[in-house]
């Protein structure tokens, strides 16, 4: 329970991956930080529910910088972070019909300077993946440079290093009004009221509400629902040599996942910020998919879950201080890649927070700050 008028330098607000990583990193540069979460577990809503994949040839070009910007901390996190590697190779295919080629091309073109991406033909791709319906795919993109992320080691491992350098959190501490009296924000929870100067809104799907609560600007953030279940594998399958599978239109993907298969639909269905639940239809839609593109008879679906992606028009985070309030700092729309990114975008944010220059193995990778910056054109809608 928090004491009433507790203060604290920065108060980040949801303990998701997005908190969690910058309230690591600020705690880590000895700024007294408190980590607020209206749930009892950090990590119920989107964090715990991904598809735990690292691609840094996803998403928008500032989430591309960001992700190769999170590679070093996730091959060397600090020491005692985890007791595990956070990462573990996967191959990945992104696979085209004959009637999607100028998708497949359009992706090439794309992706032309990725030396971890070559293009293998339908005959290639039958051999490599055998599960695949035989003549189902012309071509496809196969990418070398994917991962499997440890989500939870990853989340956990930053609430640990928030705490061991004296971090607060706060769980069942829902934000329920934000005013700002005289340069301070006071915060009012269901477990005591709190004061700061700066607050981080790192809320997730609840981000722009949490915004019209401090009278900051709108970002126009739409939380959208993405399903997922688990399937057995027939039988025979080498789960080993199973790569990441996706549509070359983002119509679904299959990925080997504790000796069953991960599949989805790829949905993105808006929906109000919530506790999603998976869709009937979903499911019936992501079992043809994958029964038209596999070799697989889905006879069985087993815990099908869903978690809100939340996007900006743009799809880029929405990641600075408020233009219309101050010590508001949006930490948002992580969209589809909230985890491979988290790294980046926290080293970025609490650099930011201190008042410090933006880290140079950030810049290096060709990030423009203006590309993810609360005031940029287009935002709000
Ligand atoms: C099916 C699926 C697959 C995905 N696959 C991948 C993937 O492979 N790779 C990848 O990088 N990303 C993936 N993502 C996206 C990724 O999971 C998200 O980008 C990321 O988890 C967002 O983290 P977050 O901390 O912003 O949000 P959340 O984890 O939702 O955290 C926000 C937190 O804020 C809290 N909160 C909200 N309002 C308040 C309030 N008023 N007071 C206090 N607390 C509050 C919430 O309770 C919540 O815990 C996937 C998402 C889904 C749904």
């Known amino acids: 329970m928090a004491e009433t008028g507790t203060f604290f330098d920065i108060a980040v607000i949801g303990a998701g991956i997005a908190g969690a990583s910058v309230a690591a990193e600020l705690s880590g540069a000895g700024i007294r930080t408190v980590l607020l979460e209206q749930e009892s577990q950090p990590g119920y809503h989107t964090t715990g529910r991904s598809a735990a994949v690292y691609s840094p040839i996803y998403g928008p070009q500032p989430i591309r910088a960001l992700t190769r910007a999170a590679l070093g901390f996730f091959q060397t996190p600090p020491d005692g972070f985890c007791q595990r590697p956070l990462l573990s190779p996967i191959d990945a295919a992104f696979i085209a019909r004959t009637d999607q080629l100028h998708h497949l091309e359009a992706m090439q073109q794309d992706l032309a ?211 219309q309030v101050d010590g508001f700092y949006w930490l948002a729309g992580q969209g589809g890649y909230g985890i491979q990114s988290a790294p980046g975008i926290a080293q970025y944010a609490a650099a930011e927070l201190r008042g410090a220059a933006v880290p140079a193995h950030i810049l290096a990778e060709n990030l423009d700050p203006a590309s993810i910056c609360p005031a940029r054109a287009g935002l709000g809608q």
Request: glycine share 8%.
């Open 113 to 323: 300077d990725a030396k971890t991406v070559h293009r293998v033909t339908g005959a290639e791709l039958q051999e490599r993946l055998p599960l695949l319906r035989a003549g189902y795919a012309a071509a496809a993109l196969w990418d070398t440079g994917t991962s499997e992320i440890d989500v939870a080691a990853l989340h956990q491992g930053y609430l640990r290093m928030f705490k061991a350098h004296g971090g607060v959190l706060i769980t069942r501490a829902g934000v329920t009004a934000l005013s700002r009296v005289a340069d301070l924000w006071q915060i009012e929870t269901p477990q005591g009221a709190i004061a700061a100067p700066v607050v981080v809104n790192a809320a997730g799907a609840w981000a722009d509400a949490l915004g019209q609560m401090a009278g900051a600007e709108r970002i126009g953030l739409t939380p959208k629902r993405r399903t997922a279940l688990m399937i057995d594998a027939p039988d025979g399958t080498d789960l080993r040599k199973l790569p990441l599978t996706i549509d070359i239109e983002e119509q679904f993907y299959l990925k080997p996942d504790a000796g069953k298969l991960l599949v989805s639909p790829a949905n993105e269905d808006p929906e109000p910020p919530c506790d999603v639940q998976p869709d009937e239809m979903d499911i019936a839609i992501c079992v043809d998919r994958i029964e038209r593109a596999f070799g697989v008879c889905v006879k069985r679906v087993e815990s099908p879950w869903a978690g809100l992606r939340s996007f900006v028009a743009d799809k880029a985070p929405v990641v600075g201080f408020s233009k």
